[in-house]
Nanobody, 121 residues
Framework: QVQLVESGGGLVQAGGSLRLSCAAS????????MGWHRQAPGKQRELVAG???????NYADSVKGRFTISRDNAKNTVYLQMNSLKPEDTAVYYC???????????????WGQGTQVTVSS
């Protein structure tokens, strides 16, 4: 079993900051990629920021310059530092990771349970 556990969400005023964490645990051989998505009410889930399998990062245009993704490979943890938050950043934020459980396994996309981020104006 693989688990992704997010933390760090909450309520913040516009212009404020939050830091999300996502720790992967369980039967893990390798994590190929890891990142953050979000889903606002009535909208589709969208990529916010992520690490590719090659180690590079990508960001949604709407968060560039405000959000920073980082990771601690030793802890199988990815972080999302969110600064200058706006009301339109309000959403449930989900962590995801492409993980192989064994050397012979296929990559499988795992999701966390989500953490609510609410930005008040």
């Amino acid at each position: 079993q693989v688990q992704l556990v997010e933390s760090g969400g909450g309520l913040v005023q516009a212009g404020g900051s939050l830091r999300l964490s996502c720790a992967a645990s369980g039967s893990i051989f390798i994590i190929n990629a890891m990142g953050w998505h979000r889903q606002a009410p009535g909208k589709q889930r969208e990529l916010v920021a992520g690490f590719t399998s090659g180690g590079s990062t990508n960001y949604a245009d709407s968060v560039k310059g405000r959000f920073t993704i980082s990771r601690d490979n030793a802890k199988n943890t990815v972080y999302l530092q969110m600064n200058s938050l706006k009301p339109e950043d309000t959403a449930v934020y989900y962590c995801n990771a492409l993980i192989k459980k064994t050397a012979w396994d296929v990559l499988y996309n795992h999701w966390g349970q989500g953490t609510q981020v609410t930005v008040s104006s």
